[in-house]
């Protein structure tokens, strides 16, 4: 089983940036689903956006559309989550995880292996 490390979290003001890594040890690229998650107080966990990394096909939750981007560097075995414009709501821990694949779509509701999460705050 992989083992995933979260990065890059921290404290913003709303309008600012962050770029989050995911650095996947013992993990092959082949077709798999990459995906990540936050999840703010009192609140249940989302799915933020996937990849499928062989296809290089991205997914985003609508409320990140035109915000957030997700990429990936197999040299560095590593998946990104460039956040831009960052708004308050977007507050929470965010994790990293592998998932299920189906039909060319990542199936967030089957996470395989999760990371132990960097936390997002940013304050207006």
């Known amino acids: 089983r992989v083992q995933l490390v979260e990065s890059g979290g921290g404290s913003v003001q709303a309008g600012g940036s962050l770029r989050l890594s995911c650095l996947a040890s013992?993990?092959?690229?082949?077709?798999?689903?990459m995906a990540w998650f936050r999840q703010a107080p009192g609140k249940d966990r989302e799915g933020v956006a996937y990849?499928?990394?062989?296809?290089?096909?991205?997914s985003y939750a609508d409320s990140v559309k035109g915000r957030f981007a997700i990429s990936h560097d197999s040299a560095k075995n590593t998946v990104y989550l460039l956040m831009n414009s960052l708004k308050p709501e977007d507050t929470g821990m965010y994790s990293c995880?592998?998932?299920?694949?189906?039909?060319?779509?990542?199936?967030?509701?089957?996470?395989?292996?999760w990371g132990q999460g960097t936390q997002v705050t940013v304050s207006s």
């Open positions: 995880a592998t998932t299920a694949e189906l039909d060319g779509t990542c199936l967030l509701s089957a996470p395989y292996t």
């Open positions: 013992g993990y092959t690229y082949n077709n798999d689903c």
């Open positions: 990849i499928i990394i062989s296809g290089n096909k991205t």
